[in-house]
Nanobody, 124 residues
Framework: QVQLVESGGGLVQAGGSLRLSCAASGLTFSAYAMGWFRQVPGKEREFAAAISWGDRSTLYADSVKGRSIISRDKNTVYQQMNSLKPEDTADYYC???????????????????WGQGTQVTVSS
């Protein structure tokens, strides 16, 4: 059974930092690209960042570029978020997609597995 478990969310002041983690189990982690998405109630889930499994290439949404760093190790993917803004407030989800060596996907529909999410609240 595949499980993706996010952690690291919380309440932070604007300008602060958080490090989100997503621990994966039940899959061959090294064969999956990983992504972070976020969703505000009433809005569609949107892409934030992704990392391939092969060459660790990364892709960021313009909304987080320069403020976020996605990384991965043996079975965990991370998103370091800096200079947080109130508009970063959302539920953050990690997702996994079986993919080729360098493939990164931004579409929510393409991902195979999803975590339950972790809430991030940024106060002004």
């Amino acid at each position: 059974q595949v499980q993706l478990v996010e952690s690291g969310g919380g309440l932070v002041q604007a300008g602060g930092s958080l490090r989100l983690s997503c621990a994966a189990s039940g899959l061959t982690f090294s064969a999956y690209a990983m992504g972070w998405f976020r969703q505000v109630p009433g809005k569609e889930r949107e892409f934030a960042a992704a990392i391939s499994w092969g060459d660790r290439s990364t892709l960021y949404a313009d909304s987080v570029k320069g403020r976020s760093i996605i990384s991965r190790d043996k079975n965990t993917v991370y998103q370091q978020m800096n200079s947080l803004k109130p508009e970063d407030t959302a539920d953050y989800y990690c997702a996994a997609i079986m993919s080729r060596y360098t493939t990164i996907t931004v579409s929510t529909r393409a991902y195979d597995y999803w975590g339950q999410g972790t809430q991030v609240t940024v106060s002004s």
